[in-house]
């Protein structure tokens, strides 16, 4: 067979993907009328967009749809046998009932999901839930997590997703915010291996927020837990009434809330991401195919939890849109060893897969043999999203799997990427020219700007910025199909928390930090916090971060900064080493601040450099850089802290030691020392 002719890249701004995108910001309305039809309609809209009260967005006005009938009901003629779900548990594997039960996967058709969508539809509906009530999930990564979702979505009601790693006190606040009209929860789910109570979590954060409501409980028979009677329900057994219930689709307007999902906000309060039906069912059936290039039948393997956006998006309603069959892990990609993700790409045949830069450099730890100890011949692409992708750990990911790996960025809040690039133009065959360190051109419908951060207004951006100079990223006009309609019953905060009306525009403020090439090509620098302002000079710790991480002895690291006398801010690099790297580590501190003295200037060069066995971490897996911000300024973390950040906050603060016990080391003049794996 002849071999096929290797295509030459094509500028990404000048392919037709690129005209598509151009043509999505020029004349939206046309664009995404278009893209409404790639989701069944029960009656179809009147009105494509209706920004009469911008920067509040309504799209697909008078349109009825339900997500359940799109991800679950429409693929039944074709594909009712096909693999809709492949859900496993690399932390049940020992469990009893889960070996009593068929050990620790769970593969459903979309005949069986319709089944058991539908058996907990009926629980829900005999429960008092009805269209609008708020259903607060609080399960691991197990197939009940999704069914529950798409219960909810059959029948009109409101599901707020809240992430198993939440403790009592974080669950009460989104208890009180949403006041759920049921909650589904498990008697147990683990962190780093070790079972944890699940539902006396529950119990505690419904007597912490003062709210009354039936509980649903899954058994997974980790733990025991305490019944209460007439508000605690046994999940399995309401099962067995409604195996056979046929619960009808409710029809919702377009702009109905689809679900909840709670977000940190600076004031401490979380803020509720509202999300609409219709418009997030257009955008993400538009991103499979355009960004992904997914195709029905396929097979996604999204890490992250459905806790999270990532999850919500393309663990659950992305595929399902478009019939492919989604994998869903429970447990840590380091478990039982760092090639746990890469034998269930094998096993499963996994197409595309989705992870975080995060996930990632984790990983990287554990070097190449664990990403060669599997045969990947099935996977196209791996798309990342979360934190930004510094070009060190690309380059370093794209030889260890052989596979192109392509970065996304987006919030919690626009549900799909921002910005992006699919591996190849819209003919399927001829690639597009990436840029390392950049995810590409801004995605359907967005309208992005970099804005210089002019001093004495409040530090607004007002002026766009020249090509290669740092700025605020914005977005003008109202947000694309998919976005965030409002926060939760907080319509005024979500204005004066996102929006700013200037030179006639609104402008949505993503409180990230950029930089837009020539070419159009926007590269992130992180969290407009993350600039360090040295002697009135602004550098972002991505800048230094990536210089860092080019070091073959480098791991992980975060760059913060630390108060000056003189110049106010200087840098500060907390670094991971790789596992079993032999090193002395005054040598390795010069060698790191000699990269970024040569890659950046001497003013950029990091004061101290701290060395430790990990960084601290969100439950999500992002960097907590705020906390040791506020650690290097002598702030002393909660009481209640676990002892590797009391000792971390001692090192951060303290003066210059070495803190074996901890297992924690600052590089002065200590002896050379491998970290244990």
């Known amino acids: 067979m002849p071999q096929q002719a290797v295509l030459s890249p094509v500028d990404a701004a000048s392919s037709a993907y690129g005209r598509l995108m151009q043509r999505s910001q020029q004349d939206p309305e046309g ?33 009825l749809t339900n997500l359940c009938h799109n991800a679950v009901d429409r693929h039944l003629p074709a594909r009712a046998e096909q693999a809709a779900l492949i859900c496993i548990s690399n932390e049940m594997q ?24 539908n058996a907990m539809a009926a629980i829900l509906l005999e429960r008092g839930v009805r269209r609008g009530d708020r259903v607060l999930v609080y399960l691991p990564m197990v197939a009940e997590a999704a069914i529950a979702m798409l219960a909810c979505a059959r029948i009109g009601a409101v599901h707020a997703v809240v992430f198993g790693g939440f403790a009592p006190a974080s669950l009460a606040s989104r208890i009180v915010d949403a006041r759920p009209a049921l909650v589904v929860c498990a008697d147990a789910g683990f962190q780093n291996g070790v079972a944890v109570g699940y539902k006396t979590w529950v119990d505690q954060a419904l007597e912490i927020a003062g709210h009354a409501c039936p509980v649903l409980v899954v058994d997974r028979g980790v733990l025991p837990w305490t019944r209460v009677v007439g508000r605690d329900h046994d999940y399995a057994a309401q099962r067995e009434r409604h195996l056979q219930a046929d619960v009808p689709c409710v029809w919702l307007e377009s702009n109905e809330p689809s679900y909840l999902l709670y977000t940190s906000g600076t004031t ?3 803020k509720g991401v509202q999300r609409d039906t219709g418009g997030h069912a257009v955008a993400l059936a538009t991103s499979m195919d355009l960004l992904f290039q997914a195709r029905p039948g396929q097979t996604l393997f999204t890490t992250s939890d459905l806790g999270w956006v990532v999850g919500h998006s393309y663990g659950l309603y992305g595929p399902l849109l478009l019939g492919m069959r989604s994998v869903l892990y429970e447990g840590s990609p380091l478990r039982p060893d760092a090639s746990a993700w890469w034998r269930l790409v094998e096993r499963h045949g996994v197409d595309l897969m989705l992870s975080s830069a995060t996930a990632m450099r984790l990983l990287k730890r554990g070097g190449r043999r664990a990403f060669r100890s599997a045969d990947l011949s099935s996977l196209r692409c791996l798309f990342l999203a979360g934190e930004p992708l510094d070009e060190p750990t690309a380059d370093w990911l794209e030889e260890a799997l052989g596979k192109p790996v392509i970065d996304h960025y987006w919030q919690t809040e626009t549900g799909s990427p921002m910005i992006g690039l699919p591996l190849t133009d819209l003919d399927g065959h001829t690639p597009l020219r990436r840029q390392r360190g950049s995810p590409g051109l801004p995605a359907a419908g967005y309208r992005l700007a970099v804005l210089a951060v002019l001093e004495g207004q409040g530090g607004q951006g007002s002026q766009p910025c020249a090509p290669g100079d740092k700025g605020l990223l914005v977005a003008s006009g109202v947000l694309p199909p998919g976005c965030l309609t409002t926060l939760w019953q907080r319509d005024e905060q979500f204005l004066s928390t996102y929006w700013r009306r200037e030179q006639g525009q609104w402008r949505y403020a993503t409180f990230d930090v950029a930089v837009a090439g020539p070419d159009g090509h926007l590269r992130v620098l992180g969290r407009a916090d993350d600039v360090i302002n040295v002697a009135g000079k602004r550098l972002g710790t991505r800048e230094v971060e990536e210089v860092l991480l080019a070091d073959d002895a480098v791991a992980e690291v975060a760059v913060i900064g630390m108060p000056h006398r003189l110049r106010g801010q200087v840098p500060m ?7 079993g790297i032999q090193y002395l580590p005054s040598l390795l501190e010069h060698r790191l601040g000699e990269a970024v003295v040569s890659a950046i200037g001497a003013w950029a060069r990091p004061r101290r450099i701290v060395l430790v066995e990990s960084l601290p971490r969100t439950r999500s897996g992002k960097v907590l850089r705020r906390l040791m911000r506020e650690m290097v300024n002598g702030e002393l973390p909660d009481a209640a802290c676990p002892p590797e950040l009391a000792a971390l906050h001692t090192l951060l603060a303290g003066t210059p030691q070495k803190l074996p016990e901890a297992g924690l080391h600052l590089s002065a003049g200590a002896e050379a020392m491998p970290l244990p794996a």
């Open 31 to 63: 664009f995404w009328r278009e893209q409404a039809g790639r989701i069944s309609w029960q009656r179809d809209f009147d009105q494509v967009l209706d920004d009469s009260r911008a920067p509040f967005a309504r799209w697909f006005v008078g349109g």
């Open 94 to 117: 020992g469990e009893p009932k889960a070996q009593q039960d068929g050990g620790h996967e769970r593969v459903l058709s979309y005949r069986q999901l319709h089944c058991e969508v």
């Open 268 to 270: 401490g309060q979380p």
């Open 573 to 579: 690099a907390v670094v991971v080493p790789r596992a």
